[in-house]
Each structure stands twice: as C-alpha cells, then as structure tokens.
C-alpha cells in the first residue's frame, strides 16, 4: 500500500521524497558551481587587463 507522497508505508523500495531530495541537491549542487565559477570570473577578470 502506498502511503503520503507516493512512498511505501515499509520503506522497502527507494521512496520518492528520497528522489526528490536527490533531484533537489543535484539543482543546488549545480546552482552553486555557476555561482562560483562567475565569482571567480569576476575576480580573474580585472587581473588579467592589468596583465595584458
């Protein structure tokens, strides 16, 4: 039987809100490696005019 948010009540089987949060971390995970690659963009930018 099939519990809230399409789960199985005996957490025999990978439940769905497990691969939900996977999906989640995998969004955030990307999110902050844009993120950091623009911060350091950012900062590499100004350096390499003065050395051009």
């Given at each position: 039987m099939?519990?809230?948010y399409g789960y199985?009540?005996?957490n025999h089987n990978v439940t769905?809100?497990?691969?939900?949060e996977?999906?989640?971390?995998?969004?955030?995970?990307?999110g902050a490696q844009q993120l950091l690659a623009q911060a350091?963009?950012?900062e590499v930018n100004p350096c390499s005019i003065l050395f051009t």
């Open positions: 099939t519990g809230v199985k009540d005996n769905a809100l497990h691969k939900l996977n999906l989640l971390n995998e969004l955030l995970k990307d350091i963009e950012a």
